[in-house]
């Protein structure tokens, strides 16, 4: 059994956008990531005998709805040999106007980290702030970093490096779309966003990229977007955050990605998702079924990719030894 001792406050590995984090750190997350998907892939041994994180407890505060994100979190750390707490925020007293300070103070005592999916973005900082726990991001209507560190292992498994390739985004320019291009800078790849011109990402987001010296094209033409793309991407045209309107459909109508789509990209375009889809909206049904797409490679991958992150976050200085292993 490997003994981890709590890290200092001061050296605090939280997760709250991959910008946070250095290009070597992401890149080691990754590739921990891949090491530990063979390890379990490999029927012929346990998967995690030293049970790293052994001892540890991770909390889940879910505001929004999630299958994957908790539950790759929850088996990713029952796996890693720690214990997981789920807690609803309507059955605390956060739901009865406790505040974030004192859940954050209290909870860091309990637990080891704390994922946080929510609807407002300012919570997550503000949980992150009073915590003496890595607090990860979970999802908010900002970003999703823990997607796409998934995406990024998927895309290498099937493309090799991502280090140059280039990737289009096809339709609301959403959280995940924010992350994504974050992750552009930090990985090395360059990326066109096709979306309304009322639905751009964020621009502090781009901006930010750019700064970092990232290639990234925002368009409101798709096919101009995805020609020369070795991957394409798409997301719900309603987020969680998101009012149901048709209106935001009708706009969104010309950014689906079918075969027409696929075809004015490279030919071994990967399509990927992050899933939950909607067929016959963003993506059509050829297109999610077909053989570019990856879309439930890249649903496991979150599991692998969880696993990583949460070595990194809690894993002291020696996290990367269970790669080593493999
Ligand atoms: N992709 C994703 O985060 O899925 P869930 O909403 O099911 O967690
Ligand atoms: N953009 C979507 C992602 C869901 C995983 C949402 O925020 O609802």
Redesign the pocket.
């Known amino acids: 059994m490997t003994i981890i001792s709590r890290g200092s406050p001061t050296l605090l590995r939280h997760f709250l956008d991959l910008r946070d984090l250095d290009a070597a750190t992401l890149r080691a997350i990754v590739d921990v990531a891949s090491a530990v998907k063979r390890m379990q892939h490999d029927r012929t041994r346990p998967v995690h005998p030293g049970r790293p994180l052994e001892g540890r407890t991770l909390g889940l505060i879910m505001s929004?709805?999630?299958?994957?994100?908790?539950?790759?979190f929850e088996i990713g750390m029952r796996q890693l040999g720690g214990d997981v707490a789920i807690l609803s925020p309507t059955d605390m007293q956060l739901g009865r106007g406790e505040t974030l300070a004192d859940t954050a103070r209290v909870l860091s005592r309990f637990l080891d980290a704390l994922v946080v999916?929510t609807g407002e973005r300012s919570r997550l900082t503000e949980l992150a702030h009073w915590a003496s726990i890595p607090v990860i991001n979970?999802?908010t209507p900002h970003s999703?970093p823990?997607?796409i560190l998934a995406d990024i292992l998927t895309f290498e498994e099937h493309r090799g490096a991502v280090r140059d390739s280039h990737w289009a985004w096809v339709g609301d320019g959403n959280n995940?779309a924010n992350s994504l291009i974050e992750s552009a800078a930090r990985f090395g790849f360059s990326l066109s966003l096709a979306t309304p011109p009322s639905m751009q990402p964020a621009a502090d987001v781009v901006a930010w990229a750019r700064a970092q010296g990232a290639r990234i094209t925002l368009t409101s033409d798709p096919a101009d977007a995805v020609r020369n793309a070795d991957c394409i991407v798409t997301d719900t045209w309603t987020s969680?955050s998101d009012e149901e309107s048709q209106s935001r459909l009708d706009t969104l109508k010309p950014y689906q990605v079918n075969a027409a789509l696929m075809a004015k990209a490279t030919p071994k375009a990967l399509f990927m998702h992050?899933?939950?889809a909607h067929i016959g909206e963003e993506v059509t049904e050829d297109v999610f079924e077909g053989t570019s797409s990856v879309v439930f490679d890249e649903?496991e991958n979150?599991l692998h990719a969880q696993k990583g992150l949460l070595l990194w976050a809690l894993g002291g200085d020696n996290w990367q030894s269970v790669a080593r292993e493999s």
Do not use: D, E, Y
């Open positions: 929004k709805p999630s299958t994957r994100t908790r539950l790759s999916r979970g999802l999703h823990v997607q995940v969680m992050c899933l939950p649903a979150r």
